[in-house]
């Protein structure tokens, strides 16, 4: 029973050699009250974080609502909990809210705006490998099942990181494009270019230079924008070779030699 009420509301800690998710102490505190099925500790504890702006509140009290454990089931604060959390810290928690608007269940049904959802829930996943996906996302998922339209998001992901490196770096400028400076969409470009650029793409290795050159505040050495450049420059990319030039006209490889000095 404890390990399906754990399973079903997705509080999971996984111990992978990609990625160590912890729970805070707070946090193992409420997972203990659910063990020992003491709600009034598990809700007074979320009642005070939640009180204290924490977003992992919002996320266990939007669980709670979905699955009417210690409270009554509410699919309506369910949504308003889970978005609560998603403005606070996207992640994987834009699956769960994914799963309300494609199911109807205290929202408006909306399949466009679940699987823009699910597109975000994925697009935290870059990097890591395909099992470790899928197994974190059955697990987060719970008893609701891993719909067919968030597989979809995760075939996609899968089948473009299985491409050429050039694909990923049109994959980038995609996904970035589609996110207009949402951080998600932001790191998960990042993270395909730099798969692509250490391929020797010398597309991505331009445009993570101009990324980077971007960053730069005043003043600063612009050390990593000069090295993407210069791979770029090398694979004879000739717009990186004119900002290389650019940057020796400036003076700023003055800034970059101190650095590396």
């Not at 490889?253 to 590396?260: A, D, E, F, H, I």
Request: aromatic content about 12%.
């Amino acid at each position: 029973y404890i390990l399906g009420t754990l399973i079903a509301l997705g509080i999971v800690v996984w111990l992978v050699p990609e990625r160590s998710i912890r729970m805070s102490t707070w946090q193992g505190i409420y997972v203990l009250a659910l063990e020992q099925e003491d709600c009034q500790t598990a809700v007074g504890l979320l009642e005070k974080k939640e009180a204290e702006g924490e977003p992992g509140a919002f996320r266990n009290f939007g669980e709670l609502y979905e699955t009417g454990l210690c409270v009554d089931q509410n699919f309506s604060r369910a949504a308003e909990y889970y978005q609560a959390a998603h403005d606070e810290d996207p992640g994987f928690i834009s699956a769960r809210l994914g799963y309300l608007y494609l199911r109807g269940l205290g929202v408006e049904k909306d399949e466009e705006r679940a699987r823009n959802l699910f597109r975000r829930a994925v697009l935290d996943m870059i990097g890591f490998s395909p099992e470790w996906r899928g197994e974190f996302l059955e697990a987060s998922m719970g008893e609701r099942g891993v719909p067919l339209e968030l597989r979809a998001e995760l075939d996609w992901i899968q089948n473009m990181e299985s491409g050429a490196p050039h694909d990923w770096y049109e994959a980038a400028l995609e996904i970035r494009e589609e996110g207009g400076g949402d951080e998600i969409h932001e790191q998960a470009a990042r993270k395909l270019l730099e798969k692509a650029a250490l391929e020797d793409d010398r597309d991505a290795q331009y445009e993570l230079g101009l990324w980077h050159l971007g960053d730069v505040a005043p003043g600063e050495s612009p050390l990593w924008a000069f090295r993407y450049f210069s791979y770029a420059a090398e694979n004879g990319h000739h717009e990186a070779q004119k900002e290389l030039a650019l940057l020796y006209m400036s003076g700023d490889l003055g800034r970059v030699r101190n650095y590396m000095a």
